[in-house]
């Protein structure tokens, strides 16, 4: 569609009005510039009767003021306000009247110049009829210019009327409805809703405008949408996060509020894949780059499957992974927090296993110190005391039976001393770190300075499984079986194992090639052999003692791990 200038079209029609409304006024101008004389015309033409009659009477008389009465006449008749008629704006008519009243005057002339009152007086009243002729033909004329500047005035405010009409009409329907659609589609946008139809126009200003109105409404719609799905992102990704802390938080505050065993770490495992909705989630614990535990959320796990690992370290200390298999991707950075969350945990609950290991130990060392005090140096008397005795008997007093007494009291004396040493021994026993098989390996480093068999230990058991007091009894059970092999059993091949079986029962087995069961049935009621079924009941397990397939004796410990701990 063509379009047109709104501003031209609008100059136009004001143009318009100022030419026609200049037209008007010029015209009024000119009529009355036209019109100043008729009336100063018709008073003189009026004139000329009163003077032809007066002339007739001057004619009567003889009187010598004739001549200047035809003189005034003449001035009169051809005056300015008279020989006006003659102009190009005068009417034809007016002007052969006024020729013909010139005409009739000359003859008139003659009569009064010659004193022919007679002739004068038969001739006055043609002359006065052609004279009143001529002022009605001015008046006619004056009525005509008149009449013509009403119609002009008339016909010129219709058309004024007319075209202010149009162009009021047009400036409401061309600019003032367009300009309101417009306003209105502005407070439409304003309120946030850009589906808005823009209207259109066929002027140019006007649709320049309203192109860059729907210009800047699409860019703001855009923008708009644009900003609300960022905020819908950010608004989703703050509750997604909110949500996966608020889940960090829960399984932190479970994992450290009780004691951390396998249950609490299969529960945890089970609730966070239940939480991203994973295919198969377990934990693989490690200890010195070993796995020592496999905790799954799931009773089955696919194997040739891919799957993504997650390490569970903390301060460069590896204490395992989490392997996830899943079809719709990973939450990386879940994960990455939850094994740090794991990591923490393992690594508080070693420590508070260590604070209670060295707490138990400093406990028995004051009790070592104790027996060393009290019950080992009465039994260095009693020592000395016996030797003293058996001196001072002379042979007379001396019998056979006293001397088998004193016997059999120095060695009871003996027997006494030797397992009060085994004893304080194994209460100064130290674990320095939350960690059984670094306390074995000293204790058995130890033992091996002692003996010439050589001592093997096949770790397995995962740290986190057994709780402070169960390091101690370990320690000193296995201290003492390992014992027995070194002194009764003659063994050169000893070897101590610590695993898990299929129970979930932690088992501690030390076995020997030595001389076999014989030397444990020669000490069942030995004192060190009775406080090792005294320590696997406090493990709430049970010790055996059974063959071993290679030659020599078993001494088996089995016991759940993570009990409460008692007083010993």
Request: net charge negative; hydrophobic share 40%.
């Amino acid at each position: 569609m063509l379009k047109r200038s709104l501003t031209a079209t609008i100059l136009g029609m004001m143009m318009l009005l100022i030419l026609l409304s200049s037209g008007l006024a010029t015209f009024s101008i000119v009529n009355l510039s036209y019109s100043v004389g008729d009336a100063r015309a018709i008073n003189a033409s009026g004139s000329l009767r009163m003077q032809s009659y007066r002339l007739l009477f001057y004619a009567n008389s003889g009187s010598e003021a004739t001549n200047d009465k035809i003189q005034e006449f003449e001035q009169t008749l051809h005056s300015d306000a008279l020989t006006r008629s003659l102009d190009w704006s005068s009417p034809q008519v007016l002007k052969e009247q006024y020729q013909l009243v010139i005409d009739k005057w000359q003859q008139m002339k003659v009569y009064a110049e010659q004193e022919n009152s007679r002739a004068y007086a038969a001739s006055v009243k043609d002359f006065v009829d052609t004279i009143d002729k001529l002022v009605l033909e001015m008046e006619h004329h004056a009525a005509f210019k008149l009449r013509l500047l009403v119609i002009l005035q008339v016909v010129g405010l219709s058309m004024m009327l007319v075209i202010a009409f149009f162009t009021v009409r047009f400036m409401r329907r061309k600019v003032a409805q367009p300009l309101g659609e417009m306003m209105q589609s502005a407070n439409i946008i304003a309120q946030g809703r850009f589906n808005v139809t823009i209207p259109t126009s066929e002027y140019n200003e006007l649709s320049a405008l309203s192109d860059a109105l729907t210009y800047t409404v699409k860019q703001l719609a855009s923008m708009y949408g644009h900003l609300e799905s960022q905020v819908k992102e950010k608004t989703l990704a703050l509750t997604k996060a909110n949500n996966e802390l608020t889940f960090l938080y829960d399984k932190a505050i479970m994992l450290n509020s009780g004691q951390l065993n396998l249950k609490l770490l299969k529960e945890s495992l089970i609730q966070l894949k239940e939480y991203q909705q994973l295919c198969y989630l377990r934990l693989i614990i490690q200890q010195d780059g070993e796995e020592m535990d496999v905790i799954s959320a799931t009773d089955d796990w696919p194997e040739g499957q891919s799957s993504t690992c997650f390490p569970v370290t903390f301060e460069q200390q590896r204490l395992g992974y989490l392997e996830v298999i899943c079809v719709n991707g990973v939450n990386e950075a879940l994960f990455l927090n939850f094994a740090l969350m794991l990591a923490r945990s393992i690594i508080i609950h070693n420590a508070t296993e260590e604070r209670q290991q060295l707490a138990l130990l400093e406990e028995r060392a004051v009790i070592a110190r104790e027996l060393h005090d009290s019950l080992g140096q009465l039994l260095s008397f009693l020592k000395i005391q016996i030797s003293l005795l058996r001196k001072a008997l002379d042979e007379q007093s001396c019998t056979e039976k006293v001397d088998q007494q004193l016997t059999e009291l120095n060695q009871g004396v003996n027997l006494a001393y030797s397992q009060l040493r085994e004893l304080l021994s194994t209460f100064r026993l130290t674990v320095k770190e939350a960690n059984l098989r670094i306390a074995l390996e000293g204790m058995l480093e130890l033992l091996r300075s002692q003996t010439d068999a050589e001592i093997s230990l096949n770790y397995r058991l995962p740290s986190h499984l057994l709780a402070a007091h169960q390091h101690i009894h370990i320690l000193q059970l296995t201290r003492e079986a390992t014992l027995n092999a070194i002194k009764h059993a003659k063994a050169q091949h000893i070897d101590v194992s610590c695993e898990k079986n299929a129970a979930n029962m932690a088992v501690i087995r030390i076995c020997d090639d030595g001389i076999g069961l014989e030397h444990i049935q020669e000490r069942e009621q030995h004192f060190g052999i009775g406080i090792m079924h005294e320590r696997a009941n406090r493990l709430s397990g049970n010790v055996t003692f059974s063959a071993n397939p290679q030659g020599g004796a078993c001494v088996t410990l089995e016991f759940p791990p993570q009990q409460e701990s008692d007083n010993g």
